[in-house]
């Protein structure tokens, strides 16, 4: 433990899988920490609190989890999934599938192919824009302050990250190499630093538009290290185990301000063999064991798991439909689907329209450069 063994304690933050990927929305999910200002009691109507991002307990690698989802519209309303995509299992995602054969089309050759084309382009560039899919960067918080919703104080939640909140804790933990900055670990539960957030609605009232579209997010950094705190908001840590800390602190501080790689090196050579380092790493397996006991695991809350066949059955039909080109919305197109699959193993009526079992398509390219996300 002395050496930094352990998997958190002197945890190098570069090393989440956000930064080693190759370049969904949750409905109603209780564990997951909402900050909209539509919930804000403040007079301005502004949602401040104070949080912690930090590592995922169970995994830290995986402690930023970005979830990719599609939302699909249908006669019986929508449904979401999240996609296998999120795990980097794309040939596991008949969703995208599909979209690749839509994408791929060749509309100048009209017909089918014009058709699939248009299942699939943005309504923004004219198509219809079938394939709703959604992205999301959610971290693990524990929320130490907010008025707007005390009974969450204490707990830790899943929290859908904004960009520009991610790009500040991705500068820090994440600094370029030009910039010759030490990476503060930012997210570390007893030494990492707090956040004071601060989110401004857009114009018009909850619901409109430009609400949501233009809320903006602010967050300032704790100048000092914050540790995290029990449920029941009392010090994680006892008199003695805050002298300890507070001693890697301090030794620790010259080294985040350094810009001097080599200094720093030395400075964390000496730091890592000094006992009151070996005294933090028996502190820190303590705590967090306690974290462990409290906080919810955002890999099995939150990321990919296979559909259940219901789920399945909804999105097989529902590819089906977009795929002999018809629109999943309309009540014929799933008629004429469930007369025809009695009658023709569930071909559409149209005669241009792919076999059920599998869809024809124009060929694809399997390379991904062209894809769009």
């Not at 304690?9 to 899988?17: K, T, V």
């Not at 248009?118 to 929320?143: C, E, H, I, M």
Request: hydrophobic content about 30%; aromatic content about 10%.
């Amino acid at each position: 433990m002395s050496n930094f063994d352990n998997d958190f304690l002197g945890f190098d933050p570069s090393q989440l899988e956000v930064f080693n990927q190759t370049e969904s929305k949750s409905q109603g999910n209780p564990l997951i920490y909402k900050t909209s200002p539509s919930n804000a009691k403040s007079e301005d109507g502004h949602y401040r609190c104070t949080i912690k991002v930090v590592y995922n307990p169970f995994n830290p690698k995986q402690s930023v989890l970005e979830q990719q989802s599609y939302a699909l519209h249908d006669k019986d309303g929508w449904l979401t999934v999240i996609s296998a995509l999120t795990v980097n299992k794309k040939d596991e995602c008949p969703i995208f599938k599909a979209w690749k054969k839509c994408h791929f089309a060749k509309p100048e050759n009209g017909g089918m192919d014009k058709i699939l084309y248009d299942q699939a382009l943005p309504k923004d560039k004219g198509g219809k824009g079938l394939f709703d899919k959604r992205y999301a960067r959610y971290v693990v918080v524990q929320v130490l302050e907010d008025e707007n919703q005390p009974d969450k104080v204490g707990k830790y939640l899943f929290w859908k990250c904004p960009k520009a909140i991610w790009l500040q804790i991705d500068a820090k933990i994440h600094p370029s190499v030009e910039s010759k900055k030490a990476k503060i670990p930012v997210m570390d539960y007893l030494f990492g630093n707090s956040i004071e957030l601060e989110v401004i609605p857009g114009a018009g009232n909850p619901g409109d538009e430009t609400y949501g579209r233009d809320t903006k997010y602010l967050g300032e950094f704790s100048r000092r290290p914050v540790s995290c705190i029990n449920p029941d908001g009392s010090p994680i840590l006892n008199d003695n185990e805050k002298v300890i800390l507070n001693n890697y602190i301090a030794a620790m501080e010259p080294v985040w301000d350094s810009k001097d790689p080599v200094a720093r090196a030395e400075m964390e050579a000496k730091i890592k063999a000094d006992p009151n380092t070996a005294e933090l790493g028996k502190i820190y397996t303590k705590v967090l064991g306690q974290i462990k006991s409290v906080c919810p695991n955002i890999e099995e809350e939150l990321s990919y798991k296979p559909w259940s066949d219901t789920v399945k059955a909804r999105v097989d039909r529902w590819i089906k439909i977009v795929l002999a080109g018809n629109d999943p919305e309309d009540e014929k197109s799933y008629e004429g689907f469930e007369l025809d699959k009695k009658e023709n193993n569930g071909a559409s009526k149209n005669e241009e329209a792919p076999k059920a079992e599998e869809p024809e398509a124009p060929a694809v390219e399997e390379s991904a450069d062209d894809l769009p996300f």
